[in-house]
């Protein structure tokens, strides 16, 4: 393409809105403009981007032997009734109501559609599994949108979803998805890690989300120096301690002590001149309506995922003042495990801890010397906690430690969640009825660009991996009225269109200076420079974006090193 003809507007101003660096680049670079909050619309040169994530995508689904559908974006109120969760879905969900007074939602995701879908086209095990995907736009009502494309309202996504007859089948269909999105991640030439997720109520190593490393992520990772243990921190598994068979010889007389409005560990701490590692934090917390005291040591914290998940509790929320008051007989600040009446579960952190602080279930009050065992017995003790850095690797004998991700997949087995709620079922060989397991599988499609480009920039710009890169090549004519170089510019641009190589060509009146900074600015991997002095001598220079650096080609040999670089660059990636 004709630089000269493209709507290409870039700019040097960093957008005072723009946070994170992918968005301040991809407004300068001419990529995308924001209509509205968390609303964008996506120029020439961004969308040429997509499309190459879009057909990454697509070559590795369909070689997985997913096939592409397209389902409305509109969506029946009914359906999400069905599934119970136009209730549940919160104001995520944009609902409207058409001339009818029917209820509709856009959108934010596919479960009822391809659920409704298939329940009415597959009726026995012969037909059985199938996989569908899409590439198609989603809406969510996100609380905050921000950082660009990365966290806003209406987005591309690549949504396939699973339908298998048994377990095992859906287990397959899941290890082809992890395999496919493997392919497709590495095929964008990104630095990325599949984690371990919580996969809820369905348990076991069934969801995974894709992160990509970058310091600008909003997902803390923890991974394990030694091993391949790595997993969102919502899910990080902490290994059970050893229990401390010794510890009653220790045990001191256990005491009351006044503590006059004083609630928090670190108000108690102060006031006792205790450490809060001495201090058992004790939460009420109310599960599906029933309170449960969960005891963490004082200077930790609860993982509220994991308590609901060891509850297996549908809602888990922190119990209000009036479920305290009823579950211990004091006001907040003061709940404690000793004489309590509600199921006790406690973290693994209190399980060799001795003469401990904790609330007296009494106004003003707690206590000190508190033992286990002793003073009050614990139902279960469990991995309720939050990973920290530097805790022992749930796999080997490795530390933890933390790095930063962006999601841009996620791959999840939903069991029979909502084929059960929507009546999925088929016939099965024995002539019975069953219901279909399904597996769900997103990419965000204009997070995987901005997540791209958070690894890949320097300060004069984006810096394209090859298979990401809107056009590989740019030519820029030093001087476009020195009619040498014109012609010569003209002929490689011919060259290279005429292979089949995405160009552009620089054609407009500018200062080479100013044709270098958009050139750096929009990222393109490489530069093919001609100027009078070089030509005169039958050279033009070939620059790599990525490294700076630059060497002098043979006019007629340049294109054959271009098309070299490009085709190692692609391979390298596949
Ligand atoms: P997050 O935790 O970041 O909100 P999610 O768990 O809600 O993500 P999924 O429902 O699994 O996301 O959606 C699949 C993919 O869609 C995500 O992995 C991400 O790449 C993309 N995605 C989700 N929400 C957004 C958004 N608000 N803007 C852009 N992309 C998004
Ligand atoms: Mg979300």
């Given amino acids: 393409m004709r630089y000269s003809e493209m709507h290409l507007p870039t700019g040097r101003e960093i957008p005072s809105d723009a946070e994170v660096i992918s968005n301040q680049l991809m407004i300068r670079a001419g990529m995308i403009r924001k209509l509205t909050s968390g609303i964008y619309s996506y120029l020439p040169l961004g969308y040429r981007v997509i499309r190459k994530v879009e057909q990454i995508i697509r070559e590795e689904m369909d070689k997985a032997g997913a096939q592409e559908v397209h389902l409305p974006m509109v969506q029946p109120a009914e359906l999400w009734q069905e599934s119970g969760r136009w209730n549940y879905y919160g104001k995520e969900l944009l609902r409207f109501r058409d001339r009818n007074d029917r209820d509709y939602c856009l959108g934010p995701t ?97 969801s995974h989300e894709f992160m990509v490393m970058a310091e600008s992520g909003e997902d803390a990772i923890v991974f394990c120096e030694k091993c391949s243990y790595a997993a969102n921190l919502e899910k990080a598994e902490i290994a059970r301690p050893e229990k401390n068979v010794h510890l009653e010889k220790d045990w001191l007389p256990m005491e009351s002590i006044e503590t006059p409005a004083v609630r928090t560990i670190e108000e108690v701490s102060a006031f006792l001149n205790v450490l809060p590692r001495q201090i058992v934090k004790t939460l009420i917390f109310n599960a599906d309506g029933k309170p449960c005291a969960v005891l963490i040591r004082g200077d930790q914290e609860i993982n509220e995922i994991k308590v609901k998940n060891y509850l297996g509790a549908a809602e888990l929320t922190l119990a209000d003042d009036d479920m305290i008051v009823k579950a211990t007989g004091a006001p907040r600040g003061f709940a404690g495990a000793v004489g309590i009446n509600v199921k006790v579960i406690a973290d693994y952190s209190i399980m060799n801890l001795v003469n401990m602080v904790t609330g007296a279930n009494k106004e003003d009050y707690h206590l000190k010397n508190v033992n286990i065992g002793r003073d009050f017995q614990v139902a279960f003790f469990a991995d309720l906690r939050v990973s920290e850095p530097g805790d022992a690797c749930p796999r080997c004998t490795g530390a933890i430690k933390f ?15 909502y084929s059960k709620a929507m009546k999925a079922s088929y016939l099965d060989r024995d002539g019975k009825e069953k219901i279909m397991i399904m597996g769900c599988y997103g990419i965000g499609i204009g997070r995987t660009v901005a997540a791209c480009i958070e690894q890949n920039f320097d300060q004069n710009g984006i810096i394209w991996p090859m298979p990401l890169a809107p056009y590989a090549v740019i030519v820029t004519p030093v001087n476009i009225n020195e009619p040498d170089v014109m012609k010569a510019s003209e002929d490689i641009y011919a060259e290279l269109l005429a292979c089949g190589v995405e160009v552009i060509l620089d054609d407009r009146d500018e200062r080479a200076g100013v044709k270098f900074k958009d050139a750096d600015l929009i990222g393109i991997p490489l530069r093919i420079v001609v100027g009078l002095k070089n030509l005169a001598q039958g050279y033009v220079e070939l620059k790599i974006r990525r490294t700076g650096k630059s060497s002098l080609y043979a006019t007629g040999d340049v294109v054959r090193e271009v098309r070299k670089i490009i085709t190692s660059e692609l391979n390298e990636a596949d």
């Fill in 110 to 206: 596919h479960e009822e559609v391809i659920t409704d879908l298939v329940r009415n086209d597959i009726k026995t095990y012969r037909q059985l599994p199938r996989n569908l995907y899409q590439i198609q736009t989603k809406f969510r009502d996100e609380v905050r949108p921000r950082f660009g494309v990365m966290r806003c309202r209406e987005f591309g996504m690549k949504d396939a979803y699973s339908f298998d007859a048994d377990e095992a089948g859906a287990e397959t269909s899941y290890e082809k998805m992890f395999a496919a999105y493997n392919s497709i991640f590495r095929r964008c030439g990104l630095k990325y890690r599949p984690v371990e997720a919580d996969s809820g109520s369905i348990g076991g190593s069934f």
């Fill in 403 to 417: 790095v930063r991700g962006i999601e841009v997949g996620h791959v999840f087995k939903l069991g029979t969640k």
